[in-house]
C-alpha cells in the first residue's frame, strides 16, 4: 500500500520568512501529486497540482517541485494567512489507498 | 461558479446509519468522478470512495466496505454517502470533492463541499 509521508510535523517560522515542506511517496507517483492548505473549521484547499501547476487563484509565492517519490512545496514569504494544516495527496495509484499525507502544521 | 453544498450536521447513536448529501452546481454534473473524504477530530484526511455520477459506478475504501453506499441523482445533480452501523471512531467531518480534470476517476481535488459534521454517541 502507498505510504505518504510529510516532513516535519509541525514547521515553526516567522511571518516573511521562506517555508518549505516535504512530502515523500513509498513508491513513485509521477508527477501525480497535489498540495492542499486547510485552515480550522473549514475544508481543503486546493493549492498545488500536476507536482508543480498552481490551481486557479493560488498566489504565486506558492510552488511545488520534485517527481516520483520526493516532492517539495515552498512558500516564500509567509504571510499570516499562510498559517495552516498543508497535506500532499497522491493520485497515480488506484485505488487511491493511502492517498493523503499526515499534514504539516505551519505555525508562528 | 462551481458549487458542492453539503446537509446539515447530524448525531447519530451508535449502530444507526447517516445520509449526507452533496449538492452539485455550476458544471454538467454526470462530468466529474465525487469522491469523498472524512476528517476525524484533530486527524488527517482519509479517502471513503468514489462515485461516478455518469453510470452511477463506485469504488469504496477496503475498512468501509460493507458499511459505506454512494449514490447519486442525477435530475437533482446531488450525490449521496450512506454510512451504517455506525461506531464512535466514525464521528468525524464528512466532505465531497470534485476531481479536477473531467472524466477521469482519479486526480486533485478541485472543489470540496464545506464539509457535514457527524457526530457518534449515545
Known amino acids: 500500500e502507498m505510504v505518504m509521508t510529510q516532513s516535519p510535523a509541525t514547521l515553526s517560522v516567522s511571518p516573511g520568512e521562506r517555508a518549505t515542506l516535504s512530502c515523500r511517496a513509498s513508491?513513485?507517483?509521477?508527477?501525480?501529486l497535489a498540495w492542499y492548505q486547510q485552515k480550522p473549521g473549514q475544508a481543503p484547499r486546493l493549492l498545488i497540482y500536476?507536482?508543480?501547476t498552481r490551481a486557479t487563484g493560488i498566489p504565486a509565492r506558492f510552488s511545488g517541485s520534485g517527481s516520483g517519490t520526493e516532492f517539495t512545496l515552498t512558500i516564500s514569504s509567509l504571510q499570516s494567512e499562510d498559517f495552516a494544516v498543508y497535506y500532499c495527496?497522491?493520485?497515480?495509484?488506484?485505488?487511491?489507498?493511502?492517498?493523503f499525507g499526515q499534514g504539516t502544521k505551519v505555525e508562528i | 461558479q462551481v458549487q458542492l453544498v453539503q446537509s446539515g450536521a447530524e448525531v447519530k447513536e451508535p449502530g444507526a446509519s447517516v445520509k449526507v448529501s452533496c449538492k452539485a452546481s455550476?458544471?454538467?454534473?454526470?462530468?466529474?468522478?465525487m469522491h469523498w473524504v472524512r476528517q476525524a477530530p484533530g486527524q488527517g484526511l482519509e479517502w471513503m470512495g468514489i462515485?461516478?455520477?455518469?453510470?452511477?459506478?463506485?469504488n469504496y475504501a477496503q475498512k468501509l466496505q460493507g458499511r459505506v453506499t454512494m449514490t447519486r441523482d442525477t435530475s437533482t445533480s446531488i450525490v449521496y454517502m450512506e454510512l451504517s452501523s455506525l461506531r464512535s471512531d466514525d464521528t468525524a467531518v464528512y466532505f465531497c470533492?470534485?476531481?479536477?480534470?473531467?472524466?477521469?476517476?482519479?486526480?486533485?481535488?478541485?472543489?470540496w463541499g464545506q464539509g457535514t459534521v457527524v457526530t457518534v454517541s449515545s
Open positions: 470533492a470534485r476531481v479536477l480534470p473531467p472524466k477521469q476517476r482519479t486526480g486533485a481535488f478541485e472543489t
Open positions: 455550476g458544471y454538467t454534473f454526470t462530468n466529474y468522478y
Open positions: 462515485i461516478n455520477p455518469d453510470g452511477g459506478g463506485t
Open positions: 513508491q513513485s507517483v509521477g508527477s501525480s
Open positions: 500536476g507536482a508543480s
Open positions: 495527496q497522491q493520485y497515480n495509484n488506484w485505488p487511491p489507498r493511502g492517498t
